[in-house]
């Protein structure tokens, strides 16, 4: 059978990318004046995976106690990527004050992790 058939192509498809100056508008636009309740966690997690330029999965699984707010940088575990040793992520205010804030609002929660 597989004689018979023609052997297809894979085709990769990449999600375009957004330029940097449309980024503000996105947030605003797509995130906030969506959704009815803008502060949702996922929406917060959007924002900071946006802010912080990290994989999805590195966001959904850190650990709050990972980040050195003196220092605004975040330490993700280097057996969480790709590289050897730690990485670690500069963090702007509003990057600063999303895990704050998720973690604050849910006090269900464990204080370390900031997944569901």
Known sequence: MRELLPRLKRVKLHHPAAHYPDMPSIVQKK??????????????AAEFVILTAVR?????????GRIDYQAR???????????????EVP????????????VSKTPSRPTSCLRG
């Open 91 to 102: 963090l702007c205010g509003r990057a600063i004050i999303i895990p704050k804030a998720v």
């Open 31 to 44: 995130l906030k004046d969506k959704h009815a309740a803008a502060d949702t966690d996922v929406n917060l």
């Open 73 to 87: 940088l975040w330490a993700i575990p280097h057996e969480r990527v790709k590289t050897p040793r730690d990485h």
């Open 56 to 64: 999805t999965s590195e966001a959904r699984f850190m650990r709050v």
